[in-house]
């Protein structure tokens, strides 16, 4: 017991506030990274390295020599090995360096005057068997997707979304791209997913929109032509067949909105 005590005493008398600091920082690099992969298929290929983990010591502990080695082997390319699969994540990782707050330059009104703008086109589009694609930047910048689009620099208005996403019009298979509560461009074309688990009866465009929020934070309205259903895709999870009350209240949790803002607006 009192070597226990000692050790600790030691311990303690050697821990300076910069080891705090470190473990701080450890820890919030660490929470950051599984927040980044949750609900991504990072989480099934870090399982399978557990288990390769867990073999690598079974193997130790029942002396299985040739089992032993293939696994050393692989574990000593260890960093190769994490940089190949999980490529994707490192580079979502690091574009969440560069944030782009979503909404700066406008008020939380003019937040919520867009919104409804967004809902409004959404359940225009789908009533009239318009497919869409609306895309609602958010922290990471989307400038790379703009940039092959057609900039628009407009207020967001239901009849102009409308207007873009008829059949008639020369960019209507692209998607619209709001940045900073205008709409940015339109005509973009988006990365679509890789993920093999993604339902094969999905179209061109759910995939694009799980491909494009894979890699970003960004928000994405999908309204298909077929079945008339709005769907919202946020990190590469789609919630599928969204009414408008429904799709309003989505979006005006997820920017932290008051719900009796509309209701108030009316009444004014």
Partial sequence: MKTLFYNLSLLFSSFRLLDLVDMVVVWFVIYRVLLLIKRTRAVQMLSGLGILAIAYITSIWLELFTLNWLLEK???????????????????????????????????????????EIVKAAVQLAQKKIGALIVVEREIGLEDYIEV??????????????????????????????????????????????????????????????????????????????????????GGQITPDLDMPSLRKTLYNLFSLSHDYKEERRTV
Avoid at 84 to 93: P, S
Avoid at 154 to 175: C, K, M, Q, R, Y
């Fill in 74 to 116: 692989f574990f000593a390319n260890l960093f190769i090995i994490i940089v190949v699969l999980f490529q994707h994540e490192i580079r979502r990782g690091l574009a969440h360096i560069g944030r782009n707050p979503f909404f700066t330059s406008i008020s939380a009104d003019e937040e919520t005057l867009v919104v409804d």
């Fill in 149 to 234: 689009g057609i900039r628009v620099d407009s207020t967001v208005n239901a009849e102009l979304i409308n207007s873009i996403f008829i059949n008639t019009s020369p960019i209507h298979d692209g998607a619209l791209i709001i940045r900073g509560g205008r709409i940015s461009a339109a005509g973009c074309f988006l990365p679509l997913t890789r993920n093999p688990n993604v339902d094969r009866n999905l179209g061109t465009r759910h995939r694009a929109a799980i491909g494009l929020t894979e890699e970003t934070d960004a928000v994405v309205l999908v309204v298909s032509e077929e079945n008339m259903q709005i769907s919202i895709v946020m």
